[in-house]
């Protein structure tokens, strides 16, 4: 178990070298001029070169990048070239609404599925099954943004239930949570279609299995079957998928926080990217990085959990 | 217990929405900036939210472009137009507390004129020689060379009159002298402004309370006004939705005008461009009014050459090359391009350029001219097109106002454009302090250039304004991106 942890480990830190390497490679390479950007065309090249001189721009690509990495080691993750203030606290201000959408969509998604993949196997090749399918399919061929506009349409300007976009803050904890009703479903639609597909044909796969039909002929329930042994022999590839919708969930929050005005990572993101705000852009794909990293850490030990046959050898 | 409180909230915020009369406001804005200093970014969204709310310059623009009063309270110019004394008002305050004096102008104007500053505008100070303090209301100005635009150059944001301690914060927290102090700002969401109790105009300011909510996405702008989350939202990004406001008596729609000319760029230092004959073959070929009607839903204006049909001084040129293919077709046979050449149109990530684009790509058909549209991003833009001239054609909006002088910049400026005799003429028009031939010379310069079709003139982009009915004092049209918010009044609904 150590030894599996101190490889992932590496495995971790060698992955984030990487991606901020390359990163900040791109960054360079891509045609655009962060002082540019930030003094629009108005700007004499004079005002330019002065801005860049400010912003440490006129250094050779490698000493910023050995500087910027010398910063991440103690922490410092460096100022905004276009916000002009701490980059870590940029990304704490914003953090914790991308994680709750992040947390809610991914909890929203699971409950879903897990229900309407139950649900078509449990009546596999009846009319249930056939409109879950159904509804799935139709699930995942609609884009994220086409259905998040419908639901501001429907439920912010014609039933006013909802507030249409924006987020009144944390103090406000009732209109924080209804600001995030809609972009949770928004969020999720898409990915519990997916994984409620994956659900039923996993439990199919499983209903085949000799155990299922023992435990039929004992006499237990057939809910019982379902959900104490179906399911649980039937996790691994839900899991699998899960690990995986997460990484999308988390960049799909880019869109969805754009078409709801929200102030999250995603967001940030756009605009850092926008502006050539090369410290910004590091440190959230860094932070991503780590994020996606860790779940699928997480989803490696959820294997051993599910199944001890999956455990690594001690 | 919940519901009744539920019920007792939403009846009282009923009630106050007919007993008193509103006593603040929420704005949309399509673009966020990230600073919210104007004397550091261009960003056009800081000019509209900060300059005369919450920084105040030495002068100020009106809404139909005159120059008027501000922290300066009055000026005297020399005969030989290169003395400047401005008296400056009495008693006035930064929102830290510090007073206003001659030493702050001082400090502010030297402070965007030095030589390591990064002013986005920091040619508007160029013509300044020094700046003395001669007693503390009582700033004295000299310029190396007459400035035509001095007066309405000093009341852009880019010389905003700052605090001296506030300089390093005023990036997130700013601090000016204006009717309205920063309250909050949400990055991302919403940036708050205040009433200033304090300003000496602050008896006939109406509204306590200004919300910028920051909305990117048409959609969700729509939304937001629909469900009356927002009260205006000015320079409104998408005109084909403007109709369902136009029926909603909620609404009122209003079209004003903007500095900003959207032409069709050519690179004047690349070949075919360089012939003369060939620009004015494309000219030909551009029919306006169907990228009018094509991409801003007939709601623009059509230009023959550089200049905003609303100014006094505006010349109609759009007659200069009517549109006629066949003669487009001769001249560019007689220049030598063949039919079939291939020429790049690289557009910005604008809806007026990305619509435009693809109509003029069928109208350079007819006339025989392939046009291969790339769409590029801003960043892209900026290095590639602008800074580079790496590029055939494009399409962009120039918003600053009195900029005829683009053209007498020299051939590194992204038209690629150089002429000897256009630089004399701006010379003539920049230094020309009597306003009756100064009008006379631009006139001159809007032929000029519509003569030589240095570029393809298309339109002057339209301020979309959809505000609610009972809201007065919007400024509908934007001689410079401000939107002064002492103005604005709720009016009673019934």
Not at chain 1, 188 to 198: D, G, I, K
Not at chain 2, 428 to 452: N, P, V, Y
């Amino acid at each position: 178990m150590t030894r599996f942890f101190l490889r992932r480990s590496a495995g971790f830190v060698a992955t984030l070298f990487g991606v901020s390497f390359v990163v900040f490679w791109v960054m360079n390479v891509v045609p655009g001029d962060p002082a540019l950007v930030i003094l629009g065309i108005d700007s004499t090249p004079e005002a330019q070169e002065a801005l860049r001189r400010l912003l440490g721009l006129d250094q050779p690509f490698a000493l910023r990048y050995l500087a910027w990495l010398a910063g991440m080691l103690v922490g410092d993750f460096g100022t905004s070239y276009a916000f002009r203030v701490p980059v870590a606290d940029l990304i704490v201000e914003r953090l914790p609404l991308t994680l709750s959408l992040a947390m809610t969509g991914m909890t929203v998604t699971i409950v879903l599925a897990l229900g309407l993949g139950v649900l078509a196997a449990a009546n596999h090749n009846r009319p249930v099954d056939w409109s879950v399918m159904l509804v799935s399919q139709v699930g995942i061929a609609v884009p994220a943004f086409w259905l998040s506009i419908l639901l501001v349409i429907i439920f912010a300007v014609h039933l006013r239930w909802l507030p249409p976009g924006g987020f009144p803050g944390w103090s406000d904890p009732l209109g924080a949570a209804r600001a995030l009703v809609l972009p949770t479903i928004a969020l999720a639609a898409v990915q519990s279609a997916v994984l409620a597909r994956v659900v039923r044909a996993s439990l199919l796969e499983v209903a085949r299995l000799d155990f299922v039909r023992t435990a039929r002929a004992s006499g237990l329930a057939r809910s019982r079957i379902l959900w104490l042994h179906m399911l649980p022999n039937a996790l691994v590839p839900i899991v699998t998928i899960v690990g995986m919708q997460f990484a999308n969930v988390l960049t799909g929050t880019i869109v969805i926080e754009n078409v709801f005005s929200l102030p999250g990572l995603g967001r940030l993101v756009f605009q850092a990217i926008s502006n050539r705000d090369l410290p910004l852009v590091q440190a959230l794909v860094v932070l991503f990085a780590t994020i996606v990293v860790v779940m699928n850490f997480l989803v490696d030990i959820a294997y051993g959990v599910i199944d001890p046959k999956l455990r690594p050898a001690a | 217990m919940k519901t009744i409180l539920a019920t007792l909230l939403l009846a009282s915020s009923l009630l106050t929405g007919v007993a008193f009369a509103k006593t603040d406001i929420s704005i949309g804005m399509q673009q966020e900036p990230t600073s919210l200093d104007p004397t550091a970014d261009a960003t056009a969204s800081i000019e509209t939210m900060m300059t005369g709310n919450v920084y105040e310059q030495l002068t100020a623009v009106q809404e139909d472009g005159s120059v008027a009063a501000s922290l300066a309270r009055e000026w005297t110019i020399s005969d030989d137009g290169l003395t400047y004394v401005f008296k400056l008002r009495d008693g006035v305050k930064f929102h830290d507390g510090s007073p206003l004096s001659a030493e702050t102008v001082k400090f502010s104007l030297d402070r965007a004129m030095a030589k390591d500053s990064a002013n986005p505008s920091k040619s508007i100070f160029e013509p300044i020689e020094s700046v003395t303090v001669v007693d503390p209301v009582t700033v004295e100005m000299k310029l190396k060379r007459k400035d035509a635009f001095f007066l309405f150059n000093l009341a852009s944001g880019k010389a905003s009159i700052m605090s001296p301690a506030a300089i390093a914060t005023n990036a997130d927290k700013p601090i000016g002298s204006g009717p309205y102090r920063f309250a909050s700002w949400t990055r991302g969401d919403r940036l708050t402004l205040e009433k200033n109790p304090d300003h000496r105009d602050a008896t006939g300011v109406q509204v306590e309370r200004v919300t910028f909510r920051f909305m990117s996405d048409p959609a969700a702008a729509t939304a937001a006004l629909m469900a009356e989350e927002i009260d205006a939202f000015p320079g409104f990004p998408a005109p084909e939705l403007l109709p369902q406001f136009q029926s909603d008596p909620r609404f009122s729609v209003n079209v004003g005008t903007t500095e900003g000319e959207v032409i069709l760029a050519f690179n004047n230092s690349r070949k075919p461009f360089t012939d003369i004959r060939v620009r004015q073959a494309l000219s030909y070929a551009i029919d306006r009014k169907a990228i009018i009607d094509g991409a801003m839903y007939g709601l623009a204006t059509p230009i023959g050459s550089f200049y905003p049909p609303h100014h006094r001084a505006y010349v109609d040129l759009t007659g200069t090359y009517p549109t006629d293919v066949d003669k487009a077709k001769a001249l560019l046979a007689e220049a030598g391009v063949a039919e079939g050449t291939e020429l790049s149109l690289r557009v910005p990530p604008f809806p007026y350029a990305t619509r435009s684009a693809e109509i003029i790509q069928s109208q350079f058909a007819k006339a025989g001219i392939q046009v291969k549209i790339e769409n590029v991003e801003w960043g892209f833009w900026l290095d590639e097109i602008y800074k580079k001239l790496n590029y055939d054609m494009t399409i962009i909006a120039h918003t600053s106002p009195n900029d005829l002088g683009n053209f007498a910049r020299d051939a590194s400026y992204f038209y690629g454009y150089d002429n000897a005799e256009y630089h004399q003429l701006w010379d003539r028009i920049q230094t020309e302090t009597d306003t009756a031939h100064r009008d006379e010379l631009s006139r001159e310069a809007q032929k000029f250039l519509a003569r030589e079709a240095v570029h393809g003139f298309l339109f002057q982009l339209p301020a979309l304004n959809v505000v609610r009915k009972e809201l007065t004092g919007f400024r509908m049209s934007s001689p410079v991106q401000a939107q002064p918010l002492s103005a604005l009044r709720w009016q009673a609904s019934n």
